[in-house]
């Protein structure tokens, strides 16, 4: 759906995207990650011909966005950050003006569109006495009017109180699962990313510094939670027993490879230490995209593709 | 497709309570004007004092169309370029700034089209605020001039005396009325490639009034008399020859064709620089 070769974006000298390489397949929703200037937004920009690269080929949904761009977009809705509409214009008027600029809309398909959403009763009503996360629901509506493929959020939940974060996750999940869209979804939101994606890319200052898939960031590790009633005491016998290569934090142990947690229990328990616990350590997505954004590259044994 | 997208454009120009402050002020200005006229003990009796001057009766020429043309000139000569160039850099400079840009860019509609769509509606409200203009100049003075008789002009930077009868009367007010709509387009339209650039509305039309002053003053110049029938403010008032006996078709073709020409070179210049534009949040 979506493909990025070797894309490169210069804003005068500064290097806003650097040699991106990015392929986002059908029906996946995909988490764009990365801090406010590591290149989301302008990498978004350029897929949607709004930002010209000056260097690679970009292809959506098959076509050129710098050649073709009237094709690549014509199956694409696009929800950005706090969504900007006309507020002295109705809900419905802003649908009609946005939709048009795709093609020509009938009132059942706007209708259709704003039951979905649930702005049904409120759509004649002006902009300006709607709240964000009404504001919100029209975003969606106007990026779904055109019966979309492909969904591109930039930061969609940017402004949304609590509830209005998990309204438009479970809307999210909703267009994916209803409508089968195949969704890029640009976020700092980690925990957002972590609940909705299955891959995921990592910019940082321009680069991409990790692609993959998330169920493999948060696999269990070697690394294991234990406790036990001496810590210290059972470190320095599973390392004579060459079962674990690395401990930290007094609680956790990297195990040596091919050692399974059973073989540790029944060493701390031969040697008179209680063991109270021992569960395997799951990485979250925090501490590997903080790991990503220390080191520019990922720590431990790097899950799905790595980077450039 | 086209006019659907064109009275999309017109419904958020139309829709738009600026746009009407911006006329309010103008019909509020012109209104002041005329009842300046009326009331004003000074000016009322300037004009009779210029109509007995050229040997034209007060009681015939003294109407209601007399009246709103003199009151137009100095609305024509600077209010007109000052808020045309307000909604000309408001068109997508304003749509920049607000975001709403991004929101129609990430449609499959083409840059040139979405130019096309803005410079159109432009023209089509240009054309409603001079009708507008010279609607209300007539039905306001009908309050208080009567509105049979004659039609009185000076217009002193043109060296322009005329006085018309009956139908003729009417038929050139209304003839300057619908072509100073040819002024206030390109006022719009250089407006309108300013707020291509990547700059706020405000810059936008600072920098056409900005032109405009100064296409002004080196008009004004004689070292300049060689090129000035390629000034634009040369040609701005061409409606003034509707003021003239005969009307100098001529004169009239050649200031409509070098503002055609300025209107398309504005719109080239606007539609390469947003062409080439990145935009972005």
Request: with cysteine; hydrophobic share 45%.
């Amino acid at each position: 759906m979506i493909q990025l070769e070797h894309v490169q974006k210069l804003f005068g000298g500064l290097r806003a995207v650097e040699d991106l390489d990015l392929t986002v397949p059908q029906g996946e929703i995909f988490g764009l990650l990365g801090h406010n200037g590591a290149g989301k937004s302008t990498a978004i920009g350029m897929m949607l011909g709004q930002v010209w690269p000056t260097r690679g080929e970009i292809r959506i949904c098959g076509f050129d966005v710098t050649t073709q761009r009237q094709r690549a977009l014509q199956k694409v809705g696009a929800i950005f950050e706090t969504p900007v509409f006309y507020d002295y214009l109705s809900g419905w008027r802003n649908l009609e003006i946005l939709s048009h600029y795709s093609a020509p809309t009938s009132r059942e398909r706007i209708r259709e569109v704003v039951d979905w959403v649930g702005l049904t009763g409120r759509e004649k009503s002006l902009l300006k006495t709607y709240s964000h996360g009404m504001r919100a629901r029209l975003a969606i509506a106007q990026a779904l009017l055109p019966q979309p493929q492909l969904l591109i959020l930039d930061e969609p939940s940017d402004g949304l109180d609590p509830e209005g974060i998990h309204e438009m996750r479970q809307t999210i999940l909703r267009l994916h699962r209803e409508m089968g869209l195949t969704i890029l979804l640009s976020s700092h939101l980690l925990n957002e990313v972590e609940q909705l994606c299955t891959r995921i890319a990592v910019m940082n200052r321009g680069r991409k510094v990790f692609e993959g898939d998330l169920a493999a960031i948060s696999q269990p590790q070697n690394w294991v939670t234990l406790r036990v009633n001496d810590f210290s005491a059972a470190t320095k016998c599973l390392r004579e027993a060459a079962l674990i290569i690395d401990e930290r934090d007094g609680k956790a142990i990297a195990l040596a490879p091919n050692i399974a947690t059973d073989e540790v229990v029944r060493c701390l328990v031969k040697h008179g230490i209680s063991v109270f616990a021992i569960t395997p350590h799951e990485q979250s997505l925090e501490e590997f995209y903080l790991s990503l954004m220390k080191s520019g590259a990922p720590s431990g044994p790097t899950p799905g593709s790595p980077a450039n | 497709m086209f006019l659907l997208q064109l009275r999309n454009e017109l419904w958020k120009l139309f829709g738009k309570k600026r746009t009407y402050i911006g006329s309010a002020m103008f019909l509020l200005a012109q209104s002041i004007l005329i009842l300046f006229l009326k009331y004003g003990r000074g000016p009322s009796h300037g004009i009779a004092r210029d109509m007995e001057r050229n040997g034209f009766p007060v009681a015939h020429y003294l109407t209601n169309l007399t009246v709103a043309c003199i009151a137009l000139v100095p609305i024509a000569y600077f209010m007109l370029p000052l808020y045309a160039s307000l909604v000309g850099g408001d068109l997508v400079a304003k749509e920049a700034e607000d975001g709403t840009l991004r929101m129609i860019l990430s449609r499959p509609i083409t840059r040139l089209r979405l130019l096309v769509l803005k410079w159109v509606a432009g023209v089509i409200f240009s054309f409603t605020l001079v009708v507008t203009l010279g609607l209300f100049g007539a039905l306001f003075t009908g309050m208080f001039y009567p509105v049979t008789g004659g039609l009185f002009v000076v217009l002193p930077p043109e060296h322009i005396i005329g006085a018309f009868e009956g139908a003729t009367a009417w038929e050139r007010f209304i003839a300057v009325h619908v072509l100073m709509t040819a002024e206030a387009c390109s006022m719009m339209s250089l407006a309108f490639m300013f707020s291509c650039f990547n700059v706020k509305p405000a810059a936008a039309t600072i920098l056409a009034i900005s032109f405009f002053f100064i296409s002004v003053i080196m008009n004004s110049l004689p070292y300049f008399q060689d090129w000035q029938e390629w000034f634009l403010v040369h040609h701005l008032y061409v409606w003034s020859n509707f003021f003239r006996d005969p009307v100098p078709w001529w004169k009239i073709g050649e200031s409509l064709s070098i503002l055609a020409g300025y209107n398309l070179t504005f719109f080239i210049i606007g539609a390469a620089v947003f062409q080439t534009r990145d935009i972005k949040s």
